[in-house]
């Protein structure tokens, strides 16, 4: 069963991954509020896949996703931007990102970005 890291610093957009998700099936997540706390759910329980929110406080998600990067090269991650934040993707992308998603999303949408990353 896929382990899904969840990372966005509004409970509420976390909740609303989590239901987008479970339509596809996936019902194994973890949570974080930002990449301090993203870093610190990686290393202990290895997620197949992280979706990463790129504006959170502490650290964003640009920085935790070149931290998990480079603690496991082969780490899956979407980045999770809302809209005007297309450089912040071109680094992200640059940086290892596999895909991003652009808030507000579409479930079959987030399914199909993940499906696609997780090898479905």
Known sequence: ?????????????????????????YSNFIE??????ALAEYKENHPDLVLL???MPVMDGIQALQ?????EPQAKIIMCSAM?????????????ALDFIVKPFKADRLIQTVNSALGK
Do not use: C, P, Y
């Open 1 to 25: 069963m896929d382990k899904i890291l969840i990372v966005d610093d509004a409970a509420f957009m976390r909740m609303m991954i989590k239901d987008s998700l479970k339509k596809g099936g």
């Open 32 to 37: 974080a509020e930002n990449g301090e706390v």
């Open 53 to 55: 929110d790129i504006t």
């Open 84 to 96: 005007g934040q297309e450089g912040m993707v071109v680094e992200a992308i640059k940086s290892g």
């Open 67 to 71: 931290a998990i990067k480079a603690l």
